[in-house]
C-alpha cells in the first residue's frame, strides 16, 4: 500500500540523512516529499469521509423501509438485487469501517503534521506560502448526493 510504501521511502531517506549533515537539496527533497505525504493523506481521509457521508444517508433511507422491500447494491460494479434487510446490515458495517478508517488516517495527518514542524524547525526551514499554508484542509468539499430506494 502507497502508506507502507511511503513510510519505508521515509526510513531510508533519514537514514541518508542521519550519519552526515544534509545538503540543502536533500533537505528540500526530503521537505517535498512529506508534503506529498500530508497531502495524500489529506486526500484520501476526504475521500473516505465522503464515503462514510454517503453510507450515513442510506443507512438512514433504508431504516425508514419495510425490511422485504426489494433495493439494489453494487457488489464490484454488478448492480445486484436484494432485499433491505440483507443490504443494511453490510452498509452499517460498512460505514463502520470507513469511520474507524478516517480516524486512523486523521491520526496519522497529525503525527505527520508534528514530524514536519519538527523539521522545519530541526532545518531552519521557512513556508514559501506563509504560516498555516503548509497544512491541507482535511474537510470534504460540500456536495449533494441523492440515494434511490
Same mark, same amino acid.
Given at each position: 500500500?502507497?502508506?507502507? @510504501?511511503?513510510?519505508?521511502? *521515509?526510513?531510508?531517506?533519514? =537514514?541518508?540523512?542521519?550519519?552526515? &549533515? %544534509?545538503?540543502?537539496?536533500?533537505?528540500?527533497?526530503?521537505?517535498?516529499?512529506?508534503?506529498? #505525504?500530508?497531502?495524500?493523506?489529506?486526500?484520501?481521509?476526504?475521500?473516505?469521509? #465522503?464515503? =462514510?457521508?454517503? =453510507?450515513?444517508?442510506?443507512?438512514?433511507?433504508? *431504516?425508514? /423501509?419495510? %425490511?422485504?422491500? +426489494?433495493?439494489?447494491?453494487?457488489?464490484?460494479?454488478? @448492480? /445486484?438485487?436484494?432485499? /433491505?434487510?440483507?443490504?443494511?446490515?453490510?452498509? +452499517?458495517?460498512? &460505514?463502520?469501517?470507513? #469511520? $474507524?478508517?478516517?480516524?486512523? @488516517? $486523521?491520526?496519522?495527518? *497529525?503525527?505527520? @503534521? +508534528?514530524?514536519?514542524?519538527?523539521?522545519?524547525?530541526?532545518? *531552519?526551514?521557512?513556508?514559501?506560502?506563509g504560516e498555516g499554508a503548509d497544512a491541507p484542509a482535511?474537510? %470534504?468539499? +460540500?456536495?449533494? =448526493?441523492?440515494?434511490?430506494?
Amino acid at each position: 500500500s502507497f502508506l507502507s @510504501l511511503t513510510l519505508c521511502q *521515509g526510513v531510508q531517506q533519514q =537514514h541518508t540523512m542521519a550519519g552526515r &549533515k %544534509p545538503t540543502m537539496e536533500e533537505i528540500q527533497v526530503e521537505g517535498q516529499r512529506m508534503q506529498m #505525504g500530508i497531502q495524500q493523506l489529506a486526500t484520501k481521509i476526504n475521500e473516505l469521509e #465522503g464515503e =462514510h457521508k454517503e =453510507h450515513t444517508l442510506v443507512c438512514e433511507c433504508l *431504516g425508514d /423501509v419495510a %425490511p422485504d422491500r +426489494k433495493c439494489w447494491r453494487m457488489i464490484g460494479g454488478v @448492480l /445486484v438485487e436484494r432485499s /433491505v434487510k440483507e443490504v443494511l446490515p453490510a452498509v +452499517k458495517s460498512n &460505514k463502520d469501517q470507513l #469511520g $474507524k478508517m478516517v480516524e486512523m @488516517l $486523521k491520526r496519522q495527518l *497529525g503525527d505527520k @503534521l +508534528k514530524e514536519m514542524e519538527a523539521f522545519k524547525a530541526k532545518y *531552519g526551514v521557512q513556508s514559501e506560502k506563509g504560516e498555516g499554508a503548509d497544512a491541507p484542509a482535511a474537510a %470534504p468539499a +460540500k456536495t449533494n =448526493h441523492g440515494v434511490l430506494v
